[in-house]
T-cell receptor, first 117, second 116 residues
């Protein structure tokens, strides 16, 4: 079964709307989760590392005030795209870092396709 | 700095042909992981393999096989007797341990189309 649950799978909304995407770890507690973005026909690029109980670490060029990340519990990280505009339309995908020592690779959610009209 | 290069942007093969997807990487780390993922049109990432930098043994899983060559910094992926269901975008990725971050650096992907 799924290890990571990501919701919603698809969002279509008007420009100016804020959109929240949830990434939930189902099988284990995760102190670290990652958020990636994929523009059409391009690769996945890391946006930020979500750390439970502390501020997220953003990659260069990613606006932290635009993409709010909250990792308030060991099983849930949320990404909020604030005041979304058409250029924010993309495929957003999260991954969960398994516990240290588990020897498992990252587990990915199924992604969220965001379309801003 | 780390880098993953997938020089083949798109490949088309006829069903039952073999196809090899190339991946070349760069890293200063001595301990790292290499991955292959499949991304079908629905978008989710399907994990195919993870290889530790200390393990250069080739691996075979059904119709899939991987050739890891540290001397040429390559981690190529071969699909034998390709099928239409293999049509997808395939990503090679690298995870370094030196930074402790564990995030993945993805190549630009290779779009494979298997023609019936």
């Amino acid at each position: 079964g799924a290890v990571v649950s990501q919701h919603p799978s698809r969002v279509i909304c008007k420009s100016g709307t804020s959109v929240k995407i949830e990434c939930r770890s189902l099988d284990f507690q995760a102190t670290t989760m990652f958020w990636y973005r994929q523009f059409p026909k391009q690769s996945l690029m890391l946006m930020a590392t979500s750390n439970e109980g502390s501020k997220a670490t953003y990659e260069q060029g990613v606006e932290k005030d635009k993409f709010l990340i909250n990792h308030a519990s060991l099983t849930l990280s949320t990404l909020t795209v604030t005041s979304a505009h058409p250029e924010d339309s993309s495929f957003y995908i999260c991954s969960v870092q398994p516990p240290r020592g588990s020897n498992q690779p990252q587990h990915f959610g199924d992604g969220t396709r965001l379309s801003i009209l | 700095a780390q880098k993953v290069t997938q020089a083949q942007t798109e490949i088309s093969v006829v069903e039952k042909e073999d196809v090899t997807l190339d991946c070349v990487y760069e890293t200063r780390d001595t301990t790292y992981y290499l991955f292959w993922y499949k991304q079908p049109p629905s978008g989710e990432l399907v994990f195919l393999i993870r290889r530790n930098s200390f393990d250069e043994q080739n691996e075979i899983s059904g119709r899939y096989s991987w050739n890891f060559q540290k001397s040429t910094s390559s981690f190529n992926f071969t699909i034998t007797a390709s099928q239409v269901v293999d049509s997808a975008v395939y990503f090679c990725a690298l995870s370094e341990t030196i930074t402790g971050a564990n995030n993945l650096f993805f190549g630009t992907g290779t779009r494979l189309t298997v023609i019936p």
